[in-house]
């Protein structure tokens, strides 16, 4: 399918916008092998697929490491995070899983993650290893495809029907959560992606997703106003009356990722 993109949408800079990151990145990656062996070190989500927004977007990394971080490694780990985050603010969005190569294979298993300022578990999971295997950017070590298995359209159907059905469908249901920016952004987003990949077998940006919304029946005027929280002024990520909990924000995160 050829697509035309909206005049809503400004002109691209992937490139400009993923230069504003290397700094951090290459900071972040010559911490973390000074601190624990490291295998591999990748980057997946917009600054690989591409649409990274520095400044707004997240930092999508995976460390492959030789074993299982025990606890004293998962404190070095969190501490590194931690003093990275008070020398460079924009380092907490910097988010990294940290997959041992015992468990490469597995994408259920839950591996430790710092994410939004905070430990916590949760799985490398299809998605992700679709997005690896497509197009990461590897930041140090050999590429996903010399360590991962391969990700069939089968595996990334199943995947994505499974979390539309379990979560984002029941949601749907729920009034509160789409009184927040947040769900209504990457709600109608994530369906178009989910739309894509079932019916396409490839995964695409949320750039692309936005300006597939008006055909795919989305009301007037969505796909404006999500471009323009996106591209424009950063937007809130929750109503100051609704707090979310550290459990809701490490769901959040991990549902966010489809």
Not at 11 to 22: F, H, I, N, S, V
Not at 109 to 114: G, L
């Amino acid at each position: 399918m050829t697509l035309t993109e909206p005049p809503y949408l400004p002109a691209p800079d992937d490139e400009a916008q993923r230069a504003l990151a290397a700094p951090l990145l290459a900071a972040f990656a010559a911490r973390l092998s000074a601190a624990v062996p490291v295998d591999a070190l990748w980057a997946h989500g917009s600054l690989a697929y591409g649409d990274y927004r520095h400044g707004r977007s997240d930092l999508d990394l995976i460390a492959v490491l030789p074993a299982v971080p025990d606890g004293p490694m998962r404190e070095r780990l969190a501490a590194l995070h931690r003093e990275l985050v008070e020398e460079q603010p924009g380092a907490a969005k910097l988010h990294c899983s940290y997959l041992p190569r015992e468990e490469l294979g597995d994408p259920a298993a839950a591996h430790f993650t710092f994410a939004q300022d905070e430990p916590m578990e949760r799985p490398v999971t299809v998605i992700t290893r679709r997005e690896l295997l497509d197009g990461a950017t590897v930041l140090a070590g050999g590429p996903p495809a010399a360590l991962l298995p391969p990700v069939t359209d089968a595996a990334l159907h199943a995947h994505i029907r499974a979390d539309l059905r379990d979560y984002w469908y029941p949601v749907t249901e729920r009034p509160e959560p789409w009184q927040r920016d947040i769900w209504v952004d990457f709600g109608p987003v994530t369906a178009v992606r989910a739309t894509v990949a079932l019916r396409e077998g490839r995964l695409i940006t949320k750039r692309e997703a936005i300006a597939r919304l008006p055909a795919l029946d989305a009301p007037p005027g969505l796909a404006e106003d999500i471009a323009a929280r996106r591209y424009g002024a950063p937007p809130a990520s929750m109503s100051p009356s609704m707090p979310m909990t550290p459990p809701g924000r490490a769901s959040l995160l991990t549902k966010l990722r489809l």
